[in-house]
Nanobody, 124 residues
Framework: QVQLVESGGGLVQAGESLRLSCAAS????????MGWFRQTPGKEREFVASVSRNGAGTSYADSVKGRFTISRDNAKNTMYLQMNNLKPGDTAVYYC?????????????????WGQGTQVTVSS
């Protein structure tokens, strides 16, 4: 019912910033809880952040809290992840996820729809 496309990944040095975008198809974007996850080879997909349907509620993993900010613009059918003070440990493929709902969700099984991922690499 919804297609998700991430963009904005790249190669940066530690301490620099990136902003990821997730563009959603369809006309019902405002009905979806949205989230960001990341994954590296040999590791489980890790929760990063989630934003509630109306954008008022947010949840963050402890590892990124204070550095990353999740937001959404329902008029543009787009979700964002502003990543500041990036660390080498943030290197991963970042995935956009969506599920019909209201409140934030913090585990991968709670999401039904996924994007293809965008690579973020942070050098030391």
């Amino acid at each position: 019912q919804v297609q998700l496309v991430e963009s904005g990944g790249g190669l940066v040095q530690a301490g620099e910033s990136l902003r990821l975008s997730c563009a959603a198809s369809g006309r019902t974007f405002s009905n979806y809880v949205m989230g960001w996850f990341r994954q590296t080879p040999g590791k489980e997909r890790e929760f990063v952040a989630s934003v509630s349907r109306n954008g008022a509620g947010t949840s963050y993993a402890d590892s990124v809290k204070g550095r990353f900010t999740i937001s959404r613009d329902n008029a543009k059918n787009t979700m964002y992840l502003q990543m500041n003070n990036l660390k080498p440990g943030d290197t991963a493929v970042y995935y956009c996820a969506a599920n019909v709902g209201i409140q934030t969700r913090t585990t991968a099984p709670q999401y039904e729809y996924w994007g293809q991922g965008t690579q973020v690499t942070v050098s030391s």
